[in-house]
């Protein structure tokens, strides 16, 4: 929890409500993103995201597994998310355990959609072999750095960047193997690989409420005045893959209607373009 005196906070509400955040931004105004892919050379892909003072790193690895009896035609996708004690002393001990906890939580419903897949932003289907025997398994990891705010929204610019970063190995069923085999023999290059669709996978904004109005990229000290904040996944077509609420205060449903309305235009004229673009100099800079 950020300590502020009351003058700090009816300087942060008064900045909001006149819509001049205490460093400069507009309410719907992003701090400076920054992108770096494959900081982690043992992991399939990789990459950093600095927002602010916020400093996250997202890694995929990719195992070979086994598919779901009631799921035989999708792979599997995991995302777990670790809380570094150094990075805010509210993360020591079980503060750290609780937020990563709701974290992971709330990356799955804005990335991976319901329980039937339906709304995922990573399809599960790419990742099979042989359908029903042999799928890859995602694991997707989470570091928090450093926190200053919107961790959410870092952390999925950190997975997106991540599977544009990871590689594949292509995978074909050896020519020894029978139809009827149950868990049939199957040759991994060491030399090809598949790239990651990433087109489809959404960007995350989160809607922070302060006062009567709501923000986008708070920062630690304004999140400590928010009464609610509603995080909403958005892909390049405008489609909503998921949303989650966090905050005591309810919210009226027209008000849920309108934070998403303003998620897409956010997403369209300023994040979604500008992380793609991070990106593509981020993997054009690993290249050299």
């Known amino acids: 929890m950020v300590g502020l005196s009351l003058g700090e906070k009816h300087f ?20 400076p993103i920054y992108v770096e892919t494959g900081v982690i050379p043992q992991a399939n892909g990789s990459a950093r995201v ?18 779901s009896q009631l799921q035989p ?36 419903c804005c990335l991976l959609g319901g329980k039937s897949g339906s709304g995922a932003g990573i399809n599960p289907s790419s990742l099979i072999v042989v359908e ?3 799928c890859w398994d995602l694991y997707i990891d989470g570091l928090v750095v450093s926190s200053d705010g919107n961790l959410l929204d870092a952390l999925g610019a950190a997975i997106k960047a991540a599977l544009s ?22 040759e991994i290059s060491d030399e090809e690989f598949m790239q990651f669709d990433t087109s489809g996978i959404p960007v995350i904004v989160t809607l ?26 958005i892909n390049r077509k405008g489609h909503v893959c998921g949303l989650t609420k966090r905050g005591g205060a309810g919210l009226d449903p ?11 235009h956010v997403s369209d004229h300023q994040l979604m373009n500008k992380l793609d673009s991070e990106i593509a100099a981020a993997e054009a800079t690993e290249e050299e």
């Open 12 to 31: 942060i509400q008064g900045g909001i409500a006149q819509d001049l955040r205490s460093d400069g931004r507009k309410r719907l105004t992003y701090r």
């Open 50 to 67: 600095r927002l602010g003072g916020t400093d996250v790193i997202a890694s995929v690895k990719a195992e070979l597994g086994r598919p």
């Open 73 to 108: 035609d999708k792979g599997k996708v995991a995302i777990n998310v670790d809380c570094s004690s150094t990075a805010a002393p509210v993360f020591e001990g079980r503060g750290g355990e609780e937020l990563s906890t709701e974290l992971s939580f709330a990356l799955q």
């Open 132 to 134: 029903g025997k042999i």
């Open 165 to 186: 970063n990871t590689g594949i190995p292509r995978v074909q069923v050896a020519s020894s193997a029978s139809a009827g085999d149950d868990q049939p023999e199957v």
């Open 208 to 233: 922070t409420k302060v006062g009567k109005h709501y923000i986008v990229d708070a920062t630690a000290e304004e999140e400590s005045q928010m009464s609610s904040a509603v995080s909403i996944s």
């Open 254 to 264: 027209s008000i849920i209607l309108d934070m998403i309305s303003v998620a897409r």
